[in-house]
């Protein structure tokens, strides 16, 4: 899902002065240090978000949805540039959690480790931005989780959101604009891809031997057609867009582009201005797409009478 800094799967800058993070001990030497930016107690009996607000005085209306997928869901602060990552399990079990507080907050603790200590060493620590786990109220959990719920898409429906456990992940939202800092000239532009799994499993990890040959996204494409989640087949395939290939990488974007559904959203001064509605019958509208975009291409070279034409501004992305 879902516009937060780089995660895996799906899916936000860090601004300066608005910070939840929760503080644990760690054995020495492990994991990447990080600086302390807030005060706060793992217990739940002391959060300080940044001189902003008490943890017991947190309000669910001072959050909005922000999307979702498969596993968690997103909710955005409406003024400070963080959002919360929650954990989602199937609605059957929903006066029944699957797990303990604790295994929920091993489960989000494992994905921060595995951006901190995979992530961060292949990309930067500078691009990653790995986030902190915190414990929140239980009763904002839950009333958060009924505002929002008139928001998420039916078909999301079948599995709730963690009202349990309390705990979320705490990210810089990198969708809107930064806090503190001028007024650029324009707008910041975002652009969030959940490009899934690159490659091709072993034959001694797969069942069927087509799991060898196709991936595991187109084969779900055929699947999410088929049960009417999406009207149309992306031609979008993760094996491009890993390829190293030049031509087939091209080929992966723009067909993202084209056929967005939940993996691609182009975010402009923190409002979402392209992506696909799930279940929709209409194709995202690529002409507002390239209205917004074109600002941010002037000093392109394929121009007419002083005017980049629509291919022009779309290769411009593209590259």
Known sequence: MEGAGLRRGTDVARTPGVSLSAHRQK???????RRPESVCGVSGVRFVLRGVMEL???????WKYHGEGN???????VQHCRVLRL?????????NPPQTAEQAFRQIQNIVDFSSNVMSSLLGDKVVHSG?????PLEFVRQLSIKIQHQRPAWRCDKVMDIYSGCALCLPNLTSPTLHQPTPP????????????GFLPSPKHVS???KTRVCRYCMHQHYKVANGKWKRRSLYCPL?????????????????????QNNLKVFKGGQCVYSSKEGSNESPDMNSLLHHLRPYFLQGNNRINGHMTTKAVLNDVIQ
């Open 87 to 95: 954990l989602k399990y199937p609605a059957e079990d929903s006066e």
């Open 208 to 210: 069927k031997d087509i």
């Open 132 to 136: 902190e786990v915190v414990r929140l």
């Open 56 to 62: 017991g005085r947190m309000d669910e209306n001072d």
């Open 71 to 77: 596993k968690s869901l997103v909710v955005s602060h």
């Open 240 to 260: 491009d867009l890993f390829s190293g290939n030049r031509q087939r990488m091209h080929f992966a974007i723009r067909h993202l582009i084209e056929e967005p």
């Open 27 to 33: 054995p020495a030497g492990y994991g990447p240090r």
């Open 186 to 197: 324009a707008p910041p532009l975002c652009i969030e891809i959940k490009p899934k799994c």
